[in-house]
């Protein structure tokens, strides 16, 4: 004699009971809530890294403003440890602006990046790039205003390989350009123009 899981009715037909049912359609729905949950904590990051990388340009570039009206150099430092940046003007100045001699007078506080956020890392004009493993990055912002050539790398923690944002400084243009993903500019030297 041999028996079957399913449930036979009185008329002879087979087929799931609302139990069965139920519970199947219980366990989708836990799925498909994992899933969303998953890819709506992705975006936040993801949306956390873009404003970070806007926060630091739109800093640089009123810190471009602020050399510019000042006539003072400004000294840009990425902190790669705190995750975080700050500047400082690179002498001591009194409430006037006037120089008052050697030292460093504060144009903005410690500015920590979203959560979850940290720089990758900066390349310099010269090629050389500047790492994790350099706890802090030092960039100057000329007295005219000028910026220097460097490129500036952010990334999410959590998805290093995958969600990246990259700021260009262009000294000569005097602008900031914020690019989704790794675009690291090329650099042309005299060769390149025979």
Excluded: C, W
């Excluded at 510019?68 to 006037?96: C, K, T, Y």
């Amino acid at each position: 004699m041999s028996t079957t899981s399913r449930t036979r009715r009185s008329d002879g037909s087979s087929g799931f009971t609302l139990l069965e049912m139920m519970v199947v359609i219980a366990i989708i729905g836990g799925m498909m809530a994992l899933v969303f949950t998953n890819q709506a904590e992705n975006r936040l990051v993801s949306s956390r890294l873009g404003a970070s990388a806007a926060r630091l340009a739109g800093s640089l570039e009123l810190l471009r403003t602020q050399a510019l009206l000042s006539q003072q150099e400004i000294v840009v430092e990425l902190d790669f440890e705190n995750r975080g940046f700050s500047a400082h003007f690179p002498v001591e100045l009194d409430v006037d602006g006037k120089v008052l001699g050697p030292g460093k007078t504060l144009a903005e506080e410690f500015v920590p990046l979203r959560e979850r956020i940290a720089f990758e890392k900066v390349i310099l004009a010269d090629g050389q790039v500047r790492e994790e493993q350099d706890e802090i990055v030092s960039l100057s912002i000329g007295a005219g205003g000028q910026l220097p050539d460097v490129d500036i790398m952010l990334h999410n923690v959590d998805f290093p390989d995958t969600e990246v944002h990259t700021l260009q400084l262009y000294g000569i243009q005097d602008r900031v350009l914020h690019v989704e993903g790794r675009t690291p500019r090329e650099y042309l030297d005299d060769a390149d123009f025979r």
